[in-house]
């Protein structure tokens, strides 16, 4: 009797052991908003007629850095898990335009990684169309689908391209833009 007692007091510590080491790293896990932000400047050239308007073309690219985040680069080999929450585009300036406005027919924003949009690349896009630009507008993209995408970028941890063209009216008016990635992260403290 004694002996069953000893066994089952044992096999009873053993199971609280496994799932206490289980719950034990789980209290490990840091839960962290990181944001990435990229800005460029975009000048409308010349490039067509449409409905006996002069329309121009924009196109500028830049990079994100994750890594230039702290809590990113800290915790980059042990994070669990990234959720992008949204993506933001912010008009922060616009110069050459008599009514400080840009009317944008149509804009994509792609952010990809790798040099060539080929199978082995990751790529999100999103798309603006018919707006009226003027500084301080921003447009929120919460798509499941191509956050899903970001997350991928965002998990090999490494620098991805951020790209935004369209057409856009007047020509020669230069567009700052300010692309925001928010999103929260988890990350265990013991991996």
Do not use: R
């Amino acid at each position: 009797m004694k002996t069953l007692l000893k066994l089952s007091l044992i096999l009873l510590l053993i199971g609280f052991t496994n799932t206490g080491c289980e719950k034990i790293k789980d209290l490990a896990d840091v839960t962290f908003d990181a944001d990435f932000t990229a800005t460029m400047d975009a000048t409308v050239e010349p490039t067509s007629l449409k409905s006996g308007q002069a329309m121009g073309y924009f196109d500028e690219f830049t990079t994100i850095d994750p890594n230039t985040n702290s809590d990113f680069k800290t915790y980059a080999s042990k994070i669990k898990e990234i959720k992008v929450e949204k993506v933001i585009v912010e008009v922060i300036s616009i110069t050459g335009s008599a009514n400080n406005s840009v009317v944008v027919d149509w804009a994509h924003l792609h952010c990809h990684q790798l040099a060539s949009f080929d199978e082995n690349g990751f790529y999100a896009f999103f798309e603006m169309n018919n707006e009226t630009l003027t500084v301080g507008k921003t447009f929120e993209f919460t798509a499941a689908g191509e956050l899903g995408d970001l997350e991928t970028i965002l998990n090999t941890k490494e620098s991805f391209t951020v790209y935004l063209h369209g057409d856009a009216d007047p020509v020669n008016a230069t567009i700052g833009f300010k692309v925001y990635v928010n999103s929260k992260i988890t990350a265990n403290a013991l991996n």
